[in-house]
């Protein structure tokens, strides 16, 4: 079975555009999280995306945003992009809500210039 | 949920055990103990869990102590793949999968 997929692999954009990063969970997983990563940090927690409801939100702007989909599918919105947005975007899927194990995708490398 | 400290790094010898220690003073009596490991350029791995009981699976072993208060994962056998940042994390079961990561411990296996 495949694993957690995130696209693009990276991502260049400039300061004060928007990205959109999707993430496809493990197949028959419900819920899926978002974290920020920056360079030689821990990944900080973002979203959490539940039976397509959003479940929890970590300490982060109203710039940033996500959704998921029926099929379970997550995309994370970054409007007004900063230079201190560059990062690591990881997404991890789990069933059930609470799952034990998260499942960590490798990641999207945004780069804002 | 609890805070956790851990050693910025530390270096094992390949073959030998690692033990890779965290305090989690402030833990509540619903709060598991969670390691995660990542691997450069890869996403975070699970590894264990435990609530007060030592737990062992194919991985590692994980030591709590009888206060809950630290704890220690051990690696049995280091090999040069284990070299990775490996994250205690303490969670209440059944709540929101908001991990919440420090800093770590890069380990790192040296030949």
């Known amino acids: 079975d495949a694993g957690v997929t995130q696209s693009p692999t990276h991502l260049i954009k400039t300061r004060g555009q928007q990205v959109t990063l999707r993430c496809s969970p493990i197949s028959g997983h419900k819920s899926v999280s978002w974290y920020q990563q920056v360079l030689g940090q821990g990944p900080q927690f973002i979203f959490q995306?539940?039976?397509?409801?959003?479940?929890g939100r970590g300490n982060f702007p109203d710039r940033f945003s996500a959704r998921q989909f029926p099929n379970y599918s997550s995309e994370l919105n970054v409007n007004a992009l900063l230079l201190g947005d560059s990062a690591l975007y990881l997404c991890?899927?789990?069933?059930?809500?609470?799952?034990?194990?998260?499942?960590f995708g490798p990641g999207t490398r945004l780069t804002v210039t | 949920d609890a805070k956790t400290t851990q050693p910025p790094s530390m270096d094992c010898a390949e073959g030998r055990a690692a033990n890779l220690p965290c305090n989690h003073s402030?833990?509540?009596?619903?709060?598991?103990v969670y390691w995660y490991r990542q691997i450069h350029s890869q996403g975070p791995q699970y590894i264990i869990h435990?609530?007060?009981n030592n737990e062992t699976n194919e991985m590692a072993s994980l030591i709590i102590t009888e206060d809950r208060k630290s704890s220690t994962l051990i690696l049995p056998h280091a090999t040069l793949r284990d070299t990775a940042v490996y994250y205690c994390?303490?969670?209440?079961?059944?709540?929101?999968?908001?991990?919440?990561f420090g800093t770590g411990t890069r380990l790192t296996v040296i030949p």
């Open positions: 991890a899927s789990s069933f059930p809500f609470s799952g034990t194990e998260q499942y």
């Open positions: 994390i303490v969670r209440v079961e059944g709540g929101a999968n908001n991990l919440f």
């Open positions: 402030t833990i509540s009596g619903n709060e598991y």
């Open positions: 435990g609530l007060k």
């Open positions: 995306y539940y039976e397509k409801e959003e479940r």
